[in-house]
């Protein structure tokens, strides 16, 4: 009867392509693998002494004349082994991780493959030759089998020729010292084994010899470390400390080697997470880590090139599972570290009190030993206040579940309760410690800033005070899809420096066009000069019963032209205002009626003509600043602050925060 005829190109065609050198040297690395399995099947426990291996490999940077050599003394390819050979997807070593796949790889790979063998039927030594392509019929060409008593025992050997340009040509490496760098990290498993057999490695005019070289750079070592985990059954750990040439082929300088079936699928580098560059008395040791298990096993994929689940959890083995066995096994080089990730800890918790949820040494518990990175801190610091939270609030709600079920007592409700307000009290004045001290740091910054201003009279001091204008001017630039630009109001800014009531008001309009602000605010030319000389309106809430306005001078400034009195500029704006004839920062109508109170304000030095203009204003309480009340036109007032009374204002108006958040006068932004 008919039956299904399989179509053995196409289904090559379909294997997945390389996209690293790695995947690109699979095929290679299959034949040595069938090469160590045969030697270790020939010879059992004695396959260190008596197992050969050689592997022979031409590359070039052109990739013109590629080819390699992979021979062994092991079983050869026996009538069971040939039945395997012959059958596409066989289990015959699937106990050892074999997917039946390697000799499909080959085909994908290479153009030209011949292979020779020689094994043993009933006591006589058969010599078996072919040549193997790709094709859907007669994939077997040129066969011959004889009697070869003259062979010397079994063996194996294949040679394969050209590169397939479908990915392999591309991603194959064209220098001898990769082929060593990956080959290398590939077997380290194998190598570093018991039962790893002789292996010999020419590529080019260099040859290495395995595991003899691998030995010799090996300084240190722990073999299988059994870890019991629940989410991934139970692994094997090997540590060791190598000598830096371990690693010198590699992008990086300490590693975890996730291990399937004796085969490297994906190496991990743990440099960031370690700190180190290199460790030892002569600063010449890395680290390297070889991780195996069942979990491993059965999660590869068919070409052993990738495991089948994310690759977070590659980090989630490392983080969770190994990492307290290699801090342990470094525990020396990494008690250098430790003072250097307390201070980086204490410069964190300073800024930003929020994550301090203990003292120094229970936050560094928190973090990897080797971590120097303060990004990596902060986010560490951050999960685990998080998780504390989360834990905290597990506990209110099951106390409160408890209560409505009558299984909760009176005082045990009671305890709940004190222990979480205490909690979140903490967690508030954390928070709040942070944003005190962020509004000290603003005040600094303020205090040099006006003072770098009046000192350089030139335009060109105010030209590139970018900070200036993120902090007191809520503007902010989008370039629309069509190219045009469009000022927005900025999600935050620090306008509370002039009154409280601007803390949370939004910018909502300005006596300049908007697309005159765009354009100069988006201008490498000017683009702060427009945060001075121009009214800018904010509102705190959609209504128009108040409207906030706020003008600055540039500090240091003396000399006014007659049409730039600010006590004027601030009524023509509010008259326009009225007039409803002007639009807000998203384009519609501004509306306000008679019930609209204006709280304005103008920041200049109060000095030369604007001292004229407002010599008759009534004196603040202070004396240092002036206030206006019209009789009529518009319901409010116009306030006049000087810049350095700003400053000693919001200072004084923030210092007992300050002092009850232990920050100290000191400028963040002193020399000293």
């Known amino acids: 009867m008919p039956s299904l005829r399989p179509n053995l190109v196409k289904r090559i065609d379909r294997l997945p392509k390389p996209t690293s050198v790695a995947a690109a040297m699979q095929p290679l690395f299959e034949a040595i693998s069938n090469a160590i399995h045969s030697v270790q099947a020939k010879f059992g426990d004695t396959v260190a002494t008596q197992g050969r291996v050689v592997v022979t490999v031409n590359t070039s940077r052109r990739k013109e004349n590629v080819w390699a050599t992979v021979e062994d003394n092991g079983v050869g390819l026996d009538d069971r082994n040939w039945e395997a050979f012959t059958t596409t997807d066989t289990d015959n070593k699937i106990t050892i991780g074999g997917k039946g796949v390697g000799r499909l790889l080959w085909l994908d790979c290479f153009q030209s493959i011949r292979v020779s063998t020689v094994f043993v039927r009933k006591d006589e030594a058969i010599r078996r030759e072919f040549h193997f392509q790709l094709s859907n019929d007669d994939q077997i060409t040129d066969y011959s089998e004889r009697s070869d008593p003259d062979a010397g025992g079994s063996s194996f050997h294949v040679r394969f020729d050209g590169l397939r340009d479908n990915g392999y040509l591309g991603r194959f490496p064209g220098r001898d010292s990769f082929v060593f760098q990956h080959l290398t990290s590939h077997f380290l498993p194998t190598f570093i084994g018991g039962r790893c057999p002789a292996i010999m490695v020419?590529?080019?005019?260099?040859?290495?010899?395995?595991?003899?070289?691998?030995?010799?750079?090996?300084?240190?070592?722990?073999?299988?470390?059994?870890?019991?985990?629940?989410?991934?059954?139970?692994?094997?750990?090997?540590?060791?400390?190598?000598?830096?040439?371990?690693?010198?082929?590699?992008?990086?300088?300490?590693?975890?080697?996730?291990?399937?079936h004796d085969r490297t699928v994906h190496s991990r580098s743990i440099d960031g997470k370690l700190g180190l560059k290199y460790f030892g008395a002569d600063g010449d040791r890395v680290f390297h880590a070889i991780l195996t298990g069942e979990y491993l096993d059965a999660n590869v994929n068919q070409e052993r090139t990738a495991f089948m689940f994310e690759d977070v959890i590659l980090d989630r083995i490392i983080n969770d599972v190994c990492f307290s066995q290699i801090e342990r096994f470094l525990a020396e080089p990494l008690a250098e570290l430790s003072g250097q990730q307390r201070e980086i800890i204490d410069e964190i918790t300073q800024s930003y009190p929020s994550v301090a949820f203990g003292d120094t040494d229970e936050l560094q518990a928190k973090i990897p030993s080797g971590e120097l990175n303060d990004d990596a801190i902060y986010g560490h610091l951050s999960r685990e206040r998080f998780r504390r939270d989360q834990r905290q609030a597990e506990k209110i709600r099951a106390v409160l579940t408890r209560l409505k079920d009558g299984t909760a007592s009176a005082s045990s409700f009671t305890d709940a309760v004190t222990e979480a307000g205490k909690a979140i009290e903490e967690a508030e004045q954390?928070?709040?410690?942070?944003?005190?001290?962020?509004?000290?740091?603003?005040?600094?910054?303020?205090?040099?800033?006006?003072?770098?201003?009046?000192?350089?009279?030139?335009?060109?001091?105010?030209?590139?005070?970018?900070?200036?204008?993120?902090?007191?001017?809520?503007?902010?630039?989008?370039?629309?899809?069509?190219?045009?630009k469009k000022v927005d109001p900025a999600s935050s800014h620090d306008l509370w420096i002039v009154d409280e009531r601007l803390t949370f008001a939004q910018y909502f309009s300005s006596d300049a066009e908007f697309s005159t602000l765009s354009a100069a605010t988006d201008s490498d030319e000017r683009p702060d000069v427009l945060i001075f000389d121009y009214v800018h309106g904010l509102r705190?809430?959609?209504?128009?019963?108040?409207?906030?306005?706020?003008?600055?001078?540039?500090?240091?400034?003396?000399?006014?032209?007659?049409?730039?009195?600010?006590?004027?500029?601030?009524?023509?704006?509010?008259?326009?205002?009225?007039?409803?004839?002007?639009?807000?920062?998203k384009g519609r109508p501004i509306k306000l009626d008679d019930r609209t109170v204006f709280y304005c304000f103008i920041v200049a030095d109060i000095v030369g003509k604007l001292d004229e203009w407002t010599y008759t204003w009534q004196r603040t309480a202070d004396g240092r600043g002036r206030v206006y009340q019209p009789r009529d036109g518009f319901r409010g007032s116009i306030e006049l602050i000087g810049w350095d009374a700003l400053l000693d204002d919001a200072r004084g108006r923030n210092q007992a925060f300050f002092d009850r958040a232990g920050i100290s006068g000191k400028s963040y932004f002193s020399a000293d």
């Open 202 to 260: 020419h590529v080019g005019d260099e040859a290495r010899h395995y595991p003899e070289d691998i030995d010799r750079i090996v300084h240190r070592k722990e073999t299988a470390i059994t870890l019991q985990t629940e989410d991934y059954g139970t692994l094997f750990l090997t540590l060791m400390e190598c000598d830096k040439v371990a690693s010198a082929d590699l992008k990086g300088s300490h590693f975890v080697h996730f291990i399937a």
């Open 430 to 484: 954390r928070s709040l410690a942070e944003y005190i001290i962020r509004r000290k740091v603003v005040l600094d910054f303020i205090e040099i800033l006006l003072q770098k201003v009046r000192d350089d009279a030139r335009d060109s001091a105010y030209q590139r005070e970018d900070v200036l204008h993120s902090f007191i001017c809520p503007l902010r630039v989008n370039t629309l899809t069509d190219g045009t």
């Open 540 to 585: 705190q809430v959609e209504e128009p019963s108040k409207v906030l306005l706020i003008e600055f001078k540039r500090p240091g400034r003396t000399s006014y032209s007659s049409d730039e009195n600010p006590h004027q500029q601030v009524e023509r704006y509010v008259r326009r205002l009225q007039s409803g004839t002007m639009t807000d920062v």
